[in-house]
């Protein structure tokens, strides 16, 4: 389980962050259950993994190394945290890894969502995969660098090329109401295996729900992609 939770956010903890403790996962142990965060000031994603603890804590350790101890490990993992060294010592089997971590508190946190709005869309996965080759690639034209979520249609565009689905998603009616989500996070969405996937948001972020994984990402604050001019008139 906590290599599959590795596996999903390994992705959002690059390797030449443009902060450097950004390089590393935050890990935060309490009752029984091991919360794993990465991300990019972007996006963060976060998964839940069950585990035995008598102990709580919370650090930060470079994510590629731990991926590679995880990938590798043939038995049940033990983690041993000394808070006063900042030292991590990982076994299992016959084997040993010792690590050092950074302060947790340096680890930059996903915003809380305030007055939330909350929506569950049908099959949201298979429509954002189906979406995603008109989306532009050009970062700079950001009304056309994500796919634009609205209260009957899910739609996107690059100028050349549209695509509108048409759906009912819940969201409210109107464009200032709608979820303009940036291109990295649809990629995420649409590769989202879970068949039910909830979306907090309000107008500046939003948050994804599947299963043990949560994905917080901030949201396009721009108009939505103008698609009158892609679509052939009659």
């Known amino acids: 389980k906590l290599d599959k939770v590795i596996k999903r956010i390994l992705s959002l903890a690059k390797v030449k962050a443009a902060l450097p403790i950004l390089s590393n996962f935050h890990i935060s142990v309490q009752e029984n259950e091991m919360f794993l965060t990465a991300g990019n000031l972007e996006i963060w994603g976060v998964g839940r993994v069950e585990c035995e603890s008598k102990d709580k804590f919370k650090f930060c350790v470079d994510a590629q190394k731990l991926a590679a101890i995880v990938s590798n490990s043939y038995d049940a993992l033990k983690f041993a945290y000394d808070d006063k060294t900042h030292k991590l010592v990982i076994t299992y089997g016959h084997s040993t890894h010792r690590l ?30 189906r979406s995603m080759h008109v989306v532009d690639k050009d970062q700079l034209r950001r009304s056309m660098f994500g796919v634009f979520i609205g209260d009957k249609s899910i739609r996107a565009t690059d100028g050349f090329r549209a695509i509108v689905n048409h759906v009912e998603t819940g969201v409210e009616a109107g464009l200032e109401n ?34 043990d994984i949560t994905y917080h990402s901030k949201l396009i604050d721009d108009n939505p992609p103008n698609i009158e001019g892609v679509i052939p008139k009659e």
Request: aromatic content about 10%; hydrophobic content about 40%; charged content about 30%.
């Open 100 to 129: 050092s971590t950074e302060i947790e508190e340096d680890f930059p946190q996903p915003a809380e969502i305030e007055d939330p709005k909350t929506v569950k869309i049908p099959d949201i996965a298979k429509i954002f995969k």
């Open 178 to 211: 709608g979820i303009f989500v940036p291109k990295e996070t649809a990629n995420i969405i649409a590769g989202l295996t879970e068949p039910d996937i909830e979306f907090v948001y309000n107008k500046y972020d939003m948050k994804i729900v599947a299963g």
